[in-house]
């Protein structure tokens, strides 16, 4: 169970930082997937690519974690 809390502050630890470059980059992420949809002063962003994305790359982590702990 320890090992298990430790690797999860790890990968936030990691999930943070890269936020933070990010922001300190100003790199502008548009994903084609991901719909903005302006009408007059009312902004709609639906994230489905990147929530796409993120979810397979959870799900490899986490197939690898439970593969490789005993």
Known sequence: ???QIIF???VLVF???VIVLFDAVDWDY???LDFRFNWGNTR???PLGS???ISILLSVLLYLFRKFTP
Do not use: A, D, R, T
Request: hydrophobic content about 45%; overall charge positive.
């Open 51 to 53: 929530s796409i994305l």
């Open 8 to 10: 999860y502050g790890l």
């Open 1 to 3: 169970m320890g090992k």
């Open 44 to 46: 709609f962003f639906f």
């Open 30 to 32: 548009s994903n084609p």
């Open 15 to 17: 999930v943070g930082g």
